[in-house]
């Protein structure tokens, strides 16, 4: 079923991905300079959202339009983004759709995201004279072992961008081994941070713990973003927290919410109780049992909210972590196992801050935890170090929208 909902999405604005763009779209691009933002999905609708709040303060005339390739993205860039920026589809990766959309579009810079290179849709870019930037730069040792295959190829796309803003030393490296010109490289941070700091609204958490039927006094487990593998883990580590704390409760948030049927299913089969988000609240059943799975997009940043301990998945199996600033912005207490390869900077950054603790296993875990538990000013003395910590990241946003401003300009970068 979940596959035929992106079929019929899919469907549904396949015009907007054949390059036509909705003609209210390319009228309401009425002001200079024209800048068209792409990004793929939510994480990266988010850093655009960040980006475009420092240009209104540098380029107030500028007119702005924002693409998508996924329609959570999509939805979230509507709900988050000003009500006069148009929002599309990303039109396919094929001569004649990135044609025709640029030619509609007509902006004087094209940004791409983090990893967003799309080589068709680049090069015609280039034939018409637009600026080309990739801001929030962000390559992956995952998708760095695979991209150096293909060197020349990647070689050829990466010269015809202006601009390269990345987020970290290791991410402008890894895009000059691709082919970038060293020249046109840039370190300016992760505006995913700025974004993510922006967001914080103290009455999340009391909205969260009424839906959630959570007293202040209540203790909670986070586990972000779980993947395959890791769930079995956690629920060791529960178990063993449990016969100390039979009251604690176990939020998992898969990374994939369509395996939350799954995860209750090996939930249940431990004979433990488990529920969903999407069976609680507005008018549903009250939250009874101790371990909740979310099931839900977009809600996991609010549920560090009610933390008093998080884990970032992705970690205790070789997939490359989970962003550990979401949850310190709340100010908690944030482990993570020894697969951190993603977020780095973030890690390293917490780190030298006091302000989280990586672990090796999941018997390192459950102990940690249980020491965390107990010793409650340690707790609350790491959750305030992780807090500070990610207050020092912003203005990457700033950073990142001077790029756009000096391409716009026509200055030499």
Known sequence: MAGLNRVVSFQKNFQERLGFLPENAAKSLSGSPRIWIHGASLGEV???????????????????????????????????LEKNIPVVYAPLDLPGCALKALS??????????????????????????????????????????????????????????????????????????????????????????????MSLD???????????????????????????????????VYEEIRSKYPNILLILAPRHIKRASDICSLIRNRGLKCQLRTEIGRGK??????????????????????????????????????????????????????????????????????????VSDPRELAEVFLGLLEDHEKASALGQCARQAALQTQAAAHKHAEVIRILSTMRKF
């Open 285 to 358: 059943t009250e939250r009874t049992a101790q371990i909740l799975i979310i099931d839900t997009f977009g809600e996991l940043f609010n549920i560090y909210s009610i933390a008093t301990l998080v884990f970032c998945g992705a970690s205790l199996v070789p997939l490359g972590g989970q962003n550990p600033l979401e949850p310190a912005v709340w100010g908690k207490p944030i482990l993570y196992g020894p697969h951190m390869e993603d977020f780095l900077d973030a890690k390293d950054m917490l780190e030298s801050g006091g302000g989280s603790m990586g």
């Open 46 to 80: 988010r850093v655009a959202a960040a980006i475009i709040k420092s240009l209104r303060a540098k380029l107030p005339g500028c007119a702005i339009m924002v693409s998508t390739v996924t329609e959570h993205g999509r939805n979230l860039a509507l709900e988050i």
């Open 202 to 236: 103290p009455a999340v958490e009391r909205k969260m713990r009424r839906i959630l039927n959570l007293a202040p006094s209540d203790r909670i487990i986070v586990a972000g973003s779980t993947r395959g593998g890791e769930e079995a883990m956690l629920l060791d």
């Open 104 to 197: 509609s579009a007509r902006p004087d810079v094209m940004v791409f995201l983090e990893t967003e290179i799309w080589p068709v849709w680049i090069f015609t870019a280039r034939r018409l004279g637009i600026k080309l930037a990739l801001l929030n730069g962000r390559i992956s040792q995952r998708s760095f072992n695979g991209y150096l295959k293909f060197r020349p190829v990647f070689r050829s796309v990466l010269k015809n961008f202006d601009a390269f803003s990345m987020i970290s030393k290791t991410d402008a490296n890894r895009i000059h081994a691709m082919g970038a010109p060293f020249a046109k490289i840039r370190v300016n941070g992760n505006a995913k941070y700025d974004q993510t700091i």
